[in-house]
């Protein structure tokens, strides 16, 4: 597998922090260029300072961490601090960082990396509101052709919505964003509820990761305890959904997935259904298809996958 130069865009969040740590424990797949952190389960302050907490537990405080936008293109933000508590990254106990925060804005590394780079050759790792990625495409056209792919956490189809009855957080956050990032025509992989809502940290899995005994097996183990109380009262689940890290596990094991080639459409009118995504799945309809749609993953191959690869770190 040839090494993928990708920008992971987020919101920490504890399911962002796994998926950041797995992609940091797999250079030998990712080599992560920048975080660009942005407004979404908590304030961008927030979120900023929790990406280098982050980096910081992985030992990476090589990688530059960037904040962006602080608020949707055209509306008020939307936060989910009734999901990851009021830090964004409650559970562990992890020390303020120090590595210092990138002077440029999280947009403008977005547009000076891929400006720099041949066609096709940066992936694109939304794991939040798609506000950064949305207002680079906006400012600098010219950058879409540079990315190989956008492999973004958000919307859904079968599970409909988990913030409003019929949308995904990512998306209702910013729909004029996501309209955008859809419409842009840039190669683009969704991993939505429909397959993070089969990625459950059940207590055996959740177990492993506490067995690892090192600081990060034990911060991801206290990170998914704190992140499932939600989710089992609301589904009566057998635990924590980890929905962003299905971005960086479809990166390093595309195999664990399968989905279906279909056009999204995003809402962004109606006041009921706002920020739905209106997936053709059933191909009812001759709209070009945007989008590979994911459905379903093989939830012990992910798990195991994950386990083995936070082991390294
Ligand atoms: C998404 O919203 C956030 O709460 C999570 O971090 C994830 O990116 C799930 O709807
Ligand atoms: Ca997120």
């Known amino acids: 597998m040839t090494l993928r130069k990708i920008i992971i865009d987020t919101d920490p969040g504890q399911d962002d922090a796994v998926a950041i740590l797995l992609a940091f424990a797999s250079p030998q797949e990712l080599d992560v260029l920048g975080l660009t952190c942005v407004a979404g389960n908590v304030p961008l302050d927030l979120t900023a300072k929790n990406a280098r907490i982050i980096c910081e537990l992985a030992g990476k405080t090589d990688v530059p961490v960037y904040a962006g936008c602080d608020r949707p293109l055209a509306r008020a933000l939307v936060t989910a601090e009734h999901v990851h508590g009021k830090t964004g990254l409650d559970g562990p106990d992890l020390p303020d960082p120090q590595m210092p925060l990138q002077q440029m804005h999280g947009v403008d590394f977005i547009i000076e990396t891929l400006r720099a780079a041949p066609s096709g050759t940066v992936t694109l790792c939304p794991l939040g509101p798609l506000t950064n990625i949305a207002t680079a495409f906006r400012k600098a056209p010219d950058i879409v052709q540079k990315v190989q792919e956008i492999v973004l956490m958000g919307g859904a189809y079968f599970e409909v919505g988990n913030i409003t009855p019929t949308a995904e957080f990512n998306i209702y956050v910013d729909p004029e964003a996501a309209d955008i990032v859809f419409k842009s025509g840039a190669p683009t992989v969704v991993m939505p509820l429909d397959v993070t809502h089969k990625a459950l940290v059940t207590a055996p899995r959740n177990d492993a990761f506490r067995a690892l005994g090192t600081p990060v097996g034990i ?61 053709d799945w059933w191909g009812v309809t001759d709209r070009q298809k945007n989008a590979y749609f994911i459905g379903d993953l093989d939830a012990d191959g992910f798990f195991d996958l994950l386990t083995e690869r936070l082991a390294r770190l």
């Open 219 to 279: 911060a991801v183990a206290e990170m998914t305890d704190f992140f499932e109380r939600f989710d089992k009262e609301k589904y009566g689940s057998a635990g924590a959904p980890l929905h962003d890290p299905c971005v960086t596990a479809y990166l390093i094991k595309p195999a664990l997935f399968t989905g279906r080639h279909v056009n999204v459409e995003i809402e962004t009118r109606s006041e009921l259904t706002l920020g739905m995504t209106v997936a």
